[in-house]
């Protein structure tokens, strides 16, 4: 069977690819990703909740390549901020914000506490969909704090100052392997297609 990934981010692709299973029950899965169907737009992120946007942004893309198809709403939450960014992790800094700005104000929203007054968590919501309107959705949290400065080469976002509740790394210094057996992310997708394909 086809699935499509409904992303264009190349590092979460990537993430996902090492993530979701490419076959079960003896059936071989195959990814799509957005790069294959050049005409889709993605919709615009108006949902109040990850999961609503996961929801909006399966069913597109699944409509659209009259497919199933997979998508997912991830925020960073921290506790000392009220839970923001939240909902709005991506464009923190500004509807059209890069990473970097969105890290350097998160930066200077904590700037004065100490580590452990920087609690945090990471949350995803995975969604699949397909075309007739169904869906399944699945949560995946990992909890941790927010650092003082960048750490590490790996991952993206925000993970060069989300360190790992237990672990004394970020996110950026854990290798791929050591990532996704534990990120949130990897807790959110290690069972929606058996869920949603196979229940």
Not at 113 to 120: E, K, N
Request: aromatic share 8%; glycine share 10%; with cysteine.
């Amino acid at each position: 069977m086809k699935i499509l990934i409904a992303t264009t981010n190349l590092n979460k692709v990537k993430e996902l690819k090492a993530i979701l299973p490419t076959a079960l029950k003896g059936e071989k899965i195959e990814y799509l990703t957005l790069k294959d169907f050049p005409g889709f737009t993605q919709p615009e992120e108006t949902g109040r909740t990850l999961k609503a946007n996961a929801v909006l942004k399966a069913l597109a893309a699944a409509r659209f390549a009259d497919m199933p198809a997979l998508a997912d709403d991830t925020g960073l939450e921290v506790d000392a901020l009220r839970g923001a960014p939240g909902v709005k992790s991506a464009r923190y800094a500004g509807p059209d914000c890069d990473t970097d700005e969105n890290n350097r104000k998160l930066l200077a929203a904590l700037d004065g506490l100490f580590l452990g007054q920087r609690t945090a968590k990471f949350k995803t919501v995975a969604c699949y969909a397909v075309p007739s309107g169904e869906t399944v959705t699945t949560e995946g949290v990992i909890e941790g704090f927010i650092g003082f400065g960048y750490r590490g080469e790996n991952g993206f976002g925000y993970d060069p100052l989300f360190i790992v509740k237990g672990t004394g790394k970020t996110l950026a210094e854990m290798t791929e392997e050591e990532k996704n057996k534990i990120s949130h992310r990897k807790l959110a997708f290690e069972k929606i297609i058996q869920e949603a394909v196979y229940k």
